[in-house]
């Protein structure tokens, strides 16, 4: 008997088989995406191409010297299985269906990158494949994977008219796989996307092609969420895995943890039950902005965050500031006049997850409250990490405005000289500054603290719910990381309104884990 991979691990847990003592929930029903009148839900991105809907299909045309164009829906998808029927002109270079793709004005002018599956009418019979369009990485299942009855299963048009195609995507977690008119072609582990928009090509083709326009057609789109029961590959399709090497399990029990609070002092604390050093300090000083530090390693080998450091003496550990509200600055003003405690408590348990809040008022130039900021916070920790839990609420007391800005919201500041060994690291693939004023669903700063060969780390995962999802990050080059709504353009409350944000911390040592990446984020919304 073989022993079991990473990937087929991960594909039991993502399909909610490793879920003990609960009731497996059910699939959704089938969601058609097209309902055969008219192009409600979808959007053209990237050429301007003519789409138009035909006899209950919709129907693709290339404008010579247009570049690639897409279709997309106007929702996004995590895990799901996408089916649809495609015919294809014979003459036509090649067109795809995208999946868990994206598109944002600042990357390439809004490009839509992300995995596609391949319709290639030509006689090399690629269809079925899997490529990362518009993105670095080319063929990441390349044709020359697919066995020879893969390939033979596309129809090409022919003298008789239209042949049409059943082609079927099945994502769940990382794991990856397609089959075209029934036959298994390509079982991809990869998780650089794990949701996105669902898309249909038109390939780009000459403006001086003798051969003109091309067009292509698509029907019975249809697409189904919730806990999915996949389907069985067959043994012969080879598996191309791009997540990390396998490691040793991790952890799967918390740690018992306390919560004490010093109100004299204004400080919490949560300790592992049998540790005398806390893991995690709170500080909520009556005039001064709140925020968490230190924060012990996991390990107990030194402290991933920084007080006031001379760099940037406006920042302390981790912190929620915001920018430009009213023309106020919140994020380089961290107390005299500005903030005022309103509360700070603690949830009198102990256990598997503690759990504490702080409330203060944002005051204006007078004095006057212009917001109640309510931070609630949780932790669960066990023997290799922590997972923190923000959920940050905004009150308007007033009508504010957050004005456009590169920095703005919750940030993490980690020690930082300049011999510091470290690394940046964005979902979508992200290195160093190349993340700045970039969307990604999360981010992943690592650090070798003094004493310790390896990284410690601190993740910051977005939520979906998240206004600005995926939010954009700003970076800054001395190890100060933090998503911000604000680099996207002006935000704002009305009197009495208010704004709920959430983020999960993810506290681990090592090399990057982008599988228990994957596994925490999923865990943080639910799953879908």
């Not at 932790?379 to 997972?387: G, K, P, S």
Request: glycine share 8%; proline share 6%; hydrophobic share 35%.
């Amino acid at each position: 008997m073989k022993s079991p991979t990473l990937a087929s691990l991960l594909l039991l847990l993502y399909a909610g088989f490793l879920a003990p003592f609960t009731m497996p929930a059910q699939a959704q029903d089938w969601q058609s995406l097209f309902n055969g009148k008219d192009l409600s839900g979808w959007r053209e991105l990237n050429g301007a191409h003519k789409w138009e809907v035909r006899d209950g299909m919709i129907v693709g045309s290339t404008v010579p010297g247009q570049p690639n164009g897409f279709l997309c829906t106007e929702q996004q998808f995590g895990d799901f299985v996408l089916e649809l029927e495609v015919s294809v002109d014979t003459l036509m270079n090649n067109s795809g269906i995208q999946f868990r793709s994206k598109s944002y004005p600042e990357y390439k002018n809004g490009r839509v990158h992300g995995y596609q599956m391949e319709i290639d009418p030509k006689p090399q019979q690629w269809s079925g494949a899997i490529y990362e369009e518009g993105a670095d990485r080319g063929w990441i299942y390349p044709p020359e994977k697919m066995g020879p009855e893969a390939k033979a299963a596309f129809k090409r048009d022919d003298k008789n008219g239209y042949q049409w195609n059943h082609y079927r995507i099945e994502a769940v977690g990382p794991i990856i796989r397609t089959w075209v008119n029934g036959v298994p072609v390509a079982h991809l582990e990869d998780d650089r996307y794990l949701r996105g928009f669902i898309g249909l090509q038109l390939h780009a083709n000459n403006e001086n092609d003798p051969q003109g326009s091309f067009s292509i057609r698509f029907r019975n789109i249809r697409i189904q969420q919730g806990s999915l029961e996949l389907t069985p590959m067959e043994d012969q399709v080879p598996v191309v895995s791009l997540l990390p090497s396998s490691r040793a399990p991790r952890p799967k029990n918390a740690l018992s943890l306390r919560i004490d609070q010093d109100q004299e002092a204004a400080r919490i604390e949560v300790y592992a039950a049998d540790k005398n050093r806390p893991v995690l300090t709170q500080r909520a000083l009556p005039d001064q902005r709140p925020y968490l530090h230190p924060i012990l390693a996991p390990d107990g080998k030194g402290e991933l965050t920084e007080y006031r450091p001379d760099h940037h003496p406006h920042q302390t550990g981790i912190y929620w500031g915001l920018k430009r509200v009213n023309e106020r600055d919140f994020f380089m003003n961290w107390n005299r006049d500005y903030w005022r405690r309103i509360s700070a408590s603690v949830q009198p348990d102990s256990g598997e997850t503690v759990r504490w809040q702080t409330v203060y008022e944002m005051l204006d130039e007078s004095g006057e409250v212009l917001m109640v900021e309510t931070q609630n916070w949780s932790l669960q920790a066990y023997a290799d990490r922590y997972v923190l839990d923000l959920e940050w609420q905004g009150e308007a007391k007033k009508e504010v405005l957050m004005g456009k800005f590169y920095v703005g919201g919750l940030f993490v500041r980690m020690p930082w000289v300049p011999e510091t060994i470290c690394e940046i690291l964005g979902a979508s693939g992200q290195e160093g500054m190349e993340l700045e004023g970039q969307r990604a669903i999360w981010s992943d700063i690592g650090i070798k603290l003094d004493g310790r060969e390896d990284f410690a780390r601190i993740a910051i995962l977005d939520h979906p719910d998240n206004a600005a999802f995926p939010t954009p990050w700003r970076v800054d080059s001395q190890m100060g990381l933090g998503p911000s709504r604000q680099i996207l353009g002006d935000w704002g409350l009305a009197a009495g309104e208010s704004e709920t944000i959430r983020y999960r911390l993810l506290i681990y040592t090592g090399e990057e884990d982008k599988a228990l990446k994957a596994e925490v984020w999923k865990d943080f919304f639910g799953g879908n």
